[in-house]
């Protein structure tokens, strides 16, 4: 098997990342050999149009191996005229959404795919029409033609489970709660829920091909709003990417800055999530006691950088505030969450009648996490011991001392409790990093964007681990810029974790993954 | 004035609703919509008009005044602050308790009307929960009704206190019945906004404007009702035995206190607790059902 990577060409190797072209009939072997025997996982995959350089599509698949602070990105280049790649995703589960995804929107068709339905797109997107191709463009008719409904639609066929008291339950696309669109459908025999497919993609915005028709220094603005709550983390992956393509380093106050913030999100949205949590098991008191503390620091992150979800702070090359100046500020507002977050847990603890409810449900197997290569807490709390900020460390993370945590059972109860020790854990770290000083401006000054290259940028947000790729074309704009978010990955794992548990359960369980459905729809 | 006591029900219910969820929102740390809410609420909604699903039967159009009126017939009949009811001859416990299970089964059926998933859900939610409490509550009044010889509820509220280990057992039996009648926690979660996971909301979530507000307002009396009867049948002090307006003014101050214990009770239980796992309702229901058969029991056994 090894020497199937042997064939491969290593292309170019850039900081830690190694891409190596295989030809068509190696693709699947190569992706399969570091699958199986480097225990590698599958960070991304992805396509881009790169016929003004080459003539060719190029997929790109993505990984890393454990205990190897490396990105092993296997390439193969699609011809013009045959638009069609060898499917991974039989061996390699994870990859079937981004097998389907590169089908919607390149047109390039993943031979061998069990699933070809679309994903992205719903049923009244035209048929091939692949909005990320570079010859892509939508006319006036086009646009009035959808905004009265495509005559012809692609019909959608949920999957269909049979038998003796089976029946189901369509939840969606509108939900009574002020939350995101997504539509689920529940097989269920009485109660226990036997099978679920959610339908999600209601908010896609068309967010990758938007970067490309921006700067690079727009682009920040945008992946600012990607996903809320995770607003710094988003920015700062890619901020990370555009710095490491440009070749830029950023100075030891800008990282200390950075890493700072993105503790303080790690921080409020944990808090957040705990208390949300209490709102699905009907305990009031928690809930409101969480909403309190989460209140506090985005009081602080107002404080701190004028904006209560941290935007703004980044930009290409460095930081704009001086957070660190205000280092009272964060620590007495951190001591205050502390206490507060002890009195939470100590009451949440102590309530019998919510840790019961938490408790053997919703669990997510390691097996099946793992394969479908789920992500962050989601992961972690299913026993994998994968946290980018360890894997691949960035920013100050290789200087700082902390643990990644982990639990074996996989249920809602371990996903809230990674939850409170990696909250526990954001607390030293934010401690840690305020008592030293650091050395440097605030930015760096940007030459310009090297035409025809491209970089990878990541970081751990409080949900799992983002990604983002960029490359630029010969005028240094945006050529392709794919993002992966945490929500991508786990979303497919909550089906898995429902199945045999009650219908009445479920909010409580998919609040436990705390997804983000416009992060995921893009 | 004793024709008009059941008025207290129908006007004042909203009100006894408004201040359980202010009492909650202060507990939990928020300040919560004023007492009068609900009022505000109902008014709205009769001003408001109605979507009906094209698909619904006269069930469906039937049940908001079939709930209503049969919540305001069980008011006529319960004592609040005087025993001597004009309805006397038909206030008998067992006929209560059907005319409370008479709403709930047109409930259950119009549920099913709409066809939705979420309707059904919450029909057959409510059924098993009805089939739980309903011989909880009469075995809990038996108790009393034996105590006093008679089932009529204006005779047990006229007989006066009578406190025996009996009594608290089944006192515990009906505060359940109450909190599983009601729709609280740890029974159902009355604020949740997640259809999934609703008992008595997924049974109303296609009603809308009148019919809503009617329904609403049925569930306050029935809350109401349902803290009166605890009183009248367990803890009858202080109601007046007769219509001179002294021993009304007195009664009714006995009254207001009355109702709000009930509510700061409810409040205490709704925000300490989280929401029991469906399938482990049986355990709670089961065990009250226990405790209400046993009053019974050690009643008739030891004579007290």
């Not at chain 1, 699905?280 to 992150?301: C, D, P």
């Not at chain 1, 209560?308 to 702070?313: A, F, H, T």
Request: glycine share 8%.
């Amino acid at each position: 098997m090894e020497r199937v990577l042997n064939k491969a060409i290593k292309i170019k190797e850039h900081l830690n990342e190694q891409y190596l072209e295989v030809k068509k009939d190696d693709f699947k072997d190569a992706c399969v050999y570091l699958y199986q025997q480097r225990h590698a996982i599958l960070r991304l995959m992805f396509a881009a149009d790169e016929r003004q350089i080459d003539e060719t599509f190029k997929i790109y698949a993505v990984f890393s191996i454990p205990g190897i602070d490396k990105f092993f990105i296997i390439v193969l280049s699609v011809r013009d005229n045959v638009f069609t790649f060898p499917s991974i995703t039989k061996e390699i589960p994870a990859a079937h959404w981004y097998e389907r995804e590169i089908r919607d929107m390149f047109g390039i068709i993943p031979e061998g795919h069990p699933d070809l339905r679309r994903l992205v797109f719903h049923d009244s997107f035209p048929e091939n029409s692949y909005p990320l191709r570079k010859d892509w463009h939508i006319s006036d008719t086009d646009l009035k033609e959808w905004g009265e409904g495509i005559k012809q639609k692609v019909p959608y066929k949920f999957m269909e489970v049979e038998g003796e008291g089976i029946y189901e339950i369509p939840v969606g696309p509108v939900h009574a709660g002020i939350i995101e669109p997504g539509y689920f459908r529940f097989s269920a025999v009485g109660e226990t829920i036997f099978f679920l497919e959610p339908r999600l993609f209601y908010t896609h915005k068309g967010t990758e091909k938007h970067f490309e028709g921006m700067s690079f220094f727009d682009g920040v603005r945008l992946s600012e709003r990607i996903s809320g709550a995770s607003s710094f983390s988003h920015s700062d992956a890619y901020c990370m990417a555009v710095e490491r393509m440009a070749g830029l380093e950023i100075t030891e106050k800008a990282k200390a800055v950075r890493t700072l913030l993105l503790e303080i999100e790690r921080l409020y949205n944990h808090m957040g999530d705990i208390g949300n949590l209490c709102a699905g098991t009907g305990l009031q008191v928690g809930y409101a006691k969480g909403a309190i503390i989460k209140e506090r620091i985005m009081q602080l992150n107002e404080r701190l950088t004028a904006s209560r979800y941290l935007r703004g702070v980044n930009v290409i090359g460095g930081v704009k505030e001086d957070v660190l100046l205000k280092a009272d500020d964060i620590l007495s507002t951190v001591d205050i969450v502390t206490k507060k977050y002890k009195e939470l847990m100590n009451l949440l603890n102590g309530s019998i009648s919510h840790i019961e409810r938490l408790e053997n449900i919703g669990v997510l197997s390691e097996d099946i996490a793992l394969r479908l290569g789920a992500t962050g807490v989601t992961a972690r709390a299913s026993g994998i011991n994968d946290d980018i900020r360890k894997a691949h460390p960035h920013l100050l993370y290789d200087r700082l001392e902390f643990e990644s945590h982990t639990m074996a059972r996989g249920d809602v109860f371990a996903r809230m409790m990674v939850r409170a020790e990696e909250a526990e854990c954001s607390i030293s770290i934010i401690n840690a990093l305020i008592e030293n000083r650091y050395k440097g401006e605030l930015t760096v000054e940007v030459k310009g964007i090297p035409p025809y290259s491209s970089a990878f940028g990541y970081t751990e947000t409080p949900r799992g681990s983002v990604f983002y790729w960029v490359m630029s074309d010969k005028n240094g704009m945006p050529l392709r810029v794919k993002l992966r978010s945490p929500s991508y990955c786990n979303w497919p794992a909550v089906p898995f974790a429902v199945h045999g548990n009650f219908v009445p359960d479920f909010p409580l369980c998919n609040k436990s993954f705390e997804l983000s459905y416009s992060g995921c729809d893009m | 004035m004793q024709y008009f006591q059941f008025l207290i029900i129908i006007i004042l219910s909203p009100l006894i609703q408004g201040t359980i969820k202010k009492l909650k929102a202060n507990m939990q740390g928020r300040v919560g919509p004023g007492i009068f809410q609900p009022y505000y609420d109902l008014i709205r909604l009769l001003k408001k008009d109605m979507v009906i699903s094209n698909v619904t039967s006269w069930i469906f159009k039937a049940t908001p005044y079939i709930v209503f009126t049969s919540t305001v017939a069980a008011s006529m009949i319960v004592p609040v602050i005087t025993t001597e009811s004009p309805f006397d001859v038909m206030g008998d416990v067992i006929a209560l308790i059907y005319i409370f299970a008479l709403g709930i089964f047109f409930m259950a059926l119009a549920s099913l009307d709409a066809a939705t998933a979420f309707g059904g859900e919450g029909s057959s939610r409510e059924m098993t929960v009805a089939i739980l409490v309903e011989p909880m509550m009469m075995l809990s009044i038996f108790t009393a009704a034996i105590s006093a010889g008679s089932t009529n509820i204006s005779r047990i509220a006229g007989s006066g206190l009578i406190f025996s280990p009996s009594h608290v057992l089944a006192l515990t039996a009906f505060l359940v019945a109450i909190i599983a009648e009601t729709g609280r926690i740890p029974v159902d979660n009355p604020d949740t906004h997640l259809e999934l996971t609703m008992i008595h909301e997924g049974m109303v979530l296609e009603y809308s404007g009148r019919y809503l507000a009617l329904m609403e307002w049925a569930h306050y009396m029935k809350q109401m009702l349902l803290f009166t009867i605890a009183f009248d049948i367990f803890f009858p002090i202080g109601i007046a035995n007769n219509v001179e307006i002294s021993g009304l003014a007195m009664s009714s101050g006995i009254y207001i206190l009355k109702m709000l214990f009930m509510a700061v009770l409810m409040a205490l239980i709704e925000s300490t607790r989280a929401k029991m796992r469906f399938f482990q309702l049986p355990s709670i229901l089961g065990g009250a059902f226990v405790m209400a058969l046993l009053s019974v029991l050690t009643y008739i056994m030891m004579g007290k």
